[in-house]
C-alpha cells in the first residue's frame, strides 16, 4: 500500500526554495552586482536549525529579562506601601501618645459624647451581625414563635423592633435630609448657570472713569479722593513686614492717604517690632501711623471701631481694609474707587483673593477649591444679580458714609464682617465684587489652623441670624430680599448645608447599614455628591485630579461646621472665641522686592537718605531678633471626635460588607479612611 504524501513537506519545501530564490536574488543585486545571476549558494540544511535556535534562546533571555524588572517594581512597590504602613502606624502611635499632653479639642464636650456613645452602639451591632452571618440567619431570618436559644430569640425580637420601631423614624428623617440635600444642590446648580450666563454675556461692572496707570506726580491731586487705610493685627510676627509694605506703595498721591496700623498684640517684642516698621516708612515720607489698645475688647471689631473713632477720620471718604497676610497690588486703589464715582449707593467694593500658597499641601489645595468657588461663583453671581453678599472682611474698600448711617463696627459676633454687610444691605446700600481685581493672601497650612478658622466662620453667621432676624423682619427693603437673607443667605447656605451633610453622611448611613430597612440610595450616596464636588471644582479646573478627596474631606470638615452651626445657634461658650489663624509668612517675595526697589529709586536720592532711614529702626529690629522668645514647641495634634467617627464608619463598612453592598461599602471604607487620616493630623502641615 502506497505511503500517503507528505503535504507538510511539501509545503515547507517550497517556502524554503523561495526563501533561498529570494536570498539569490538579494545577494545578487546588493552584495556583489557583478555575481551572474545564475551563481548558486550551497548552505547547510542544519543552518536554519542553528538560527531558530538562538532566536528562542534570545527571546528566552529577554523574557526573563522582562520578568525580572517587572519582579522588581513590584517589590519596590510593596517595600513602598510597607514603608508607609510602617511610618503611618508609628506616627500614629507617637501622636496618641501625646495626645494627652497636647490635647486639640475638648474630650468632655457634648457632640463628642454623644459620638463616642453611637460608637459603642455600633460595635454592638457588629458584633451581634457578625453572630448572626456565621449562624447563618441572614438567609433564613428566625421568628420569635420558632426561636430555640436565647441568642435565636434575641436576633427575631431586634429583627422585629428594627421593623417597627427604629426601621420608620430612621427612614423619615434621612427622606428630609435628602430632601434637605437636593434643595441645597438645586441651590448649587443655579449658582453655576448664573456664572455661565455672566461668562457668556460677558457680565461685569462698569466704572464710570479710570485713573492713568503709573507715576501720580504732575496730576491733580484733588481728583483722588481721601482714603484711610488699614492694616488690623495680633501677634503679627511672621507676616507685619510684607502686609505693611504692600499697602505703603500703593499707587496713590501721598497726601491723600493715611495708613493705619491696628495692633493689638498682647506680644511686647511684635509691638517694638511694629513700631519700628512704621517710624521705618515715616521716614520714607509715607504717611502711615501706629495704634495699639490698651483695653482689647471686641476682636476685630473693637480694633476696627476704635479706629474709626479718631477725630481725623472725618477728613477721609473711604476706607480700605487689609488683614495681616494680605498683599494688595500698587494700582489697588486705582482699581476700586472709580467704581464708587458717580453711585452714591455704593457702600463696598469687595475684590478677590489670590492664594500664594494653594499649591503648598493637599489641605491648601483643598482649600483653594472651596474658596475659588466660593468668590468665582457665588460672589460673583450674587453681585451681579442682587448687589448683595457677604463682606469678607479684607481686601475690600467702604464708604465712610455708609458706615456710619448703619451704625459702624459691632462687637455683638465673631464675623464682624457679616455683620456690617447684612446691616448696610438692610440700609438700602447696594455692593460691587470685582472678580478681575486679587490681592494675595495666605491658607492655613495646618489642620489645627483651619479647624479653628472654619469654626469661627460657620458659629459667626449662626449668632448673626439670631441677633438680626427681626431686624430683617422689620426693614424697609423688599420681600424678595428678605427672603434671600433668611432662606439662601443665612438658613441653606450656613445652617442647612453643615446639618444635613454631617447628619446624613455620618449619622444615618452607618446607621442604615444594621437598620436596612431605611436604606439610602446609591444616587444619594455617590452620584448627586459626585456630580456637585464636579460644580464645586469647575472654577479651579487644575485640580480636577483631587475631586475624590474633596468630596471625601468636605464630608469629613462636616463635624466641624456642624458643632460649630451648634454652637453658635444655641450660644454655647466657645462660639464667641476668636482664635487668631496661624500664618507662616508666605509672600510673592519677588514681587515685593521689586516694588520696594522702584520705591526706593523715586523716594531717595543718596544713600545718606536710606542710611537715616532705617538707623531709627534697624537696630531695634535686629535686638529683637537676637532676643526673640522661643516661642512654644509645635506638634501635630490628635482630633477625638473624627477618631471616633472613622472608626465608626469603618465599622459600618464591615457590615456593608456581609451584606454585599458595593457602592455603600466603598464609600464607607474610604469615608472612614479619610477620617482616620485628619484624626491623625496627618494632612496638611507637618511638624517633627
Partial sequence: MPRPPNYEFQEWWNKQRDNGQELLQDKSDVSNPTTPFF????????????????????????????????????????????????????????????????????????????????????????????????????????????????????????????????????????????????VQSVDRVALVLGCLWIKLKRLKPTAVMEYPV???????????????????????????????????????????????????????????LLKAEVQKWQQRGVRILYRHRLIRTGYKAGNLKSAMGCDYVKDYEFVAIFDADFQPGPDFLKK???????????????????????????????????????????????GIFINFFGFNGTAGVWRIRALEECGGWLERTTVEDMDI?????????????????????????????????????????????????????????????K????????????????????????????????????????????YVPGIMSILNILPAPRSFPFIVPYLLFENTMSVTKFNAMISGLFRFGSSYEWIVTKKLGRSSEADLVAFAEKESETLVDSTSLLRSSSESGLDELNKLEITKKAGVKKRNRLYRKELALAFILLTASVRSLLSAQGIHFYFLLFQGITFLVVGLDLIGEQVS
Fill in 39 to 182: 551563481a548558486v549558494e550551497i548552505g547547510s540544511p542544519y543552518s536554519d536549525l542553528t538560527v531558530e535556535k538562538e532566536v528562542r534562546t534570545r527571546s528566552a533571555r529577554q523574557l526573563s529579562g522582562i520578568y525580572l524588572i517587572k519582579f522588581q517594581q513590584i517589590g519596590n512597590s510593596l517595600a513602598w506601601i510597607t514603608n508607609s504602613l510602617i511610618y503611618l502606624l508609628r506616627t500614629a502611635n507617637r501622636r496618641i501618645k501625646s495626645s494627652d499632653s497636647a490635647p486639640s479639642d475638648s474630650a468632655h464636650s457634648k457632640l463628642y459624647r454623644v459620638i463616642k456613645v453611637f460608637l459603642i452602639v455600633v460595635i454592638l451591632l457588629l458584633c451581634f451581625e457578625l453572630a448572626a452571618y456565621f449562624k447563618g440567619w441572614h438567609f433564613s431570618p428566625p421568628s420569635v414563635g420558632s426561636a430555640e436559644l436565647m441568642v435565636e430569640l434575641l436576633y427575631a425580637k431586634w429583627l422585629e423592633i428594627r421593623a417597627d420601631y427604629l426601621g420608620p423614624p430612621l427612614k423619615g428623617l434621612s427622606n428630609m435630609c435628602i430632601v434637605l440635600f437636593l
Fill in 336 to 382: 476700586t474707587i472709580p467704581y464708587f464715582k458717580g453711585n452714591d449707593d455704593i457702600a463696598l467694593v469687595q475684590t478677590r483673593w489670590a492664594f500664594v500658597n494653594k499649591d503648598e499641601n493637599l489641605l491648601t489645595r483643598l482649600q483653594n477649591i472651596n474658596l475659588s468657588f466660593h468668590f468665582e461663583v457665588e460672589q460673583q453671581v450674587n
Fill in 421 to 481: 454687610a447684612v446691616r448696610a444691605h438692610l440700609c438700602g446700600w447696594k455692593f460691587v465684587y470685582l472678580n478681575d481685581v486679587k490681592s494675595l493672601c495666605e491658607l492655613p497650612e495646618s489642620y489645627e489652623a483651619y479647624k479653628k478658622q472654619q469654626y469661627r466662620w460657620h458659629s459667626g453667621p449662626m449668632q448673626l441670624f439670631r441677633l438680626c432676624f427681626v431686624d430683617i423682619l422689620r426693614s424697609k427693603v423688599s420681600w424678595t430680599k
Fill in 483 to 526: 427672603a434671600n437673607l433668611i432662606f439662601l443667605f443665612f438658613l441653606l447656605r450656613k445652617l442647612i448645608l453643615p446639618f444635613y451633610s454631617f447628619t446624613l453622611f455620618c449619622i444615618i448611613l452607618p446607621l442604615t447599614m444594621f437598620i436596612p430597612e431605611a436604606e439610602l440610595p446609591a444616587w444619594v450616596v455617590s
Fill in 214 to 272: 503709573g507715576d501720580v506726580e504732575g496730576e491733580n491731586v484733588e481728583d483722588y479722593p481721601m482714603v484711610l487705610l488699614q492694616i488690623p493685627m495680633c501677634n503679627e510676627r511672621e507676616v507685619y513686614q510684607q502686609s505693611i509694605a504692600a499697602v505703603c506703595i500703593q499707587d496713590w498721591p501721598r497726601e491723600r492717604m493715611l495708613i493705619q496700623v491696628l495692633d493689638d498684640s498682647d506680644d511686647l517684642d511684635v509691638q517694638h
